[in-house]
C-alpha cells in the first residue's frame, strides 16, 4: 500500500462525476475504505458477481479514485489489490446528478444502522460564521484518528451549503 493514500481527492472531472454516478461504484468505494481488496474479495462481501465488480473498478480507476495497492502471486497468477486513491473527497462544484448518486449510497449506508446521528438544520449566519464553520468542520472529519482494523467502521458525512433565499434574487455565493 503507498503511503499518498492520505491526501484528499477533489471530484471535478467528467470522470469523476461518471464514476460517482453509479450507486455501485460507492458501494465499492466504502468497502475499499476498509483496506485493499481483491475482485474476489469485493464481489463476495458485496454479493455481487466478478464481473460486475471488475467493470466498476475499471471505471473508478480509470477517474483516479481506485489504485493497484499491491500484487500476489497465486497458483500461477497474479492477483491484484485494488485501494482508494484518496482518503476522503470533496467537491467544490455542484452537479445535480452526482449528488443525488451520493445521497442515495448514503441512504443505503443509513438503512443498515438501527439509530443514525442524522441532523439537517438551517442557519442564518454571516459569511465569516459559515467560513468559520466549515473550516472547524472540515478539520474536524480531516482530522479524526481511525483505529485499529479490528474496530467497528462508522461513516461521516458533512455538508455545509448555502441556501437559496426565495427573497433574494442572488444566485447563492454572489
Request: net charge negative; aromatic share 6%.
Given at each position: 500500500?503507498?503511503?499518498?493514500?492520505?491526501?484528499?481527492?477533489?471530484?471535478?472531472?467528467?470522470?469523476?462525476?461518471?464514476?460517482?454516478?453509479?450507486?455501485?461504484?460507492?458501494?465499492?468505494?466504502?468497502?475499499?475504505?476498509?483496506?485493499?481488496?481483491?475482485?474476489?474479495?469485493?464481489?463476495?462481501?458485496?454479493?455481487?458477481?466478478?464481473?460486475?465488480?471488475?467493470?466498476h473498478l475499471k471505471v473508478l480507476t480509470e477517474a483516479g479514485m481506485v489504485r493497484i495497492a499491491h500484487t500476489r502471486q497465486v497458483r500461477g497468477g497474479t492477483e491484484q489489490y485494488h485501494e482508494r486513491a484518496f482518503r476522503r473527497?470533496?467537491?467544490?462544484?455542484?452537479?445535480?446528478?452526482?449528488?443525488?448518486?451520493?445521497f442515495g449510497a448514503v441512504?443505503?449506508?443509513l438503512a443498515g444502522d438501527p439509530d443514525p446521528l442524522l441532523h439537517l438544520r438551517h442557519l442564518r449566519l454571516t459569511p465569516a460564521q459559515a467560513e468559520r464553520l466549515r473550516a472547524i468542520l472540515d478539520a474536524l472529519v480531516g482530522e479524526a484518528e481511525e483505529a485499529g482494523p479490528d474496530q467497528p467502521r462508522?461513516?461521516?458525512?458533512?455538508?455545509?451549503?448555502?441556501?437559496?433565499?426565495?427573497?433574494?434574487?442572488?444566485?447563492?455565493?454572489?
Open positions: 500500500m503507498t503511503d499518498e493514500i492520505g491526501e484528499p481527492l477533489e471530484v471535478r472531472t467528467p470522470a469523476q462525476f461518471k464514476a460517482l454516478a453509479h450507486p455501485f461504484r460507492h458501494r465499492l468505494l466504502f468497502a475499499l475504505g476498509s483496506g485493499p481488496a481483491t475482485i474476489s474479495q469485493l464481489a463476495t462481501g458485496l454479493g455481487a458477481a466478478k464481473g460486475t465488480v471488475a467493470h473527497l470533496f467537491g467544490e462544484t455542484a452537479d445535480a446528478g452526482a449528488t443525488t448518486a451520493l441512504a443505503e449506508e462508522y461513516g461521516v458525512l458533512v455538508s455545509l451549503y448555502r441556501r437559496p433565499d426565495p427573497a433574494d434574487p442572488r444566485p447563492p455565493g454572489s
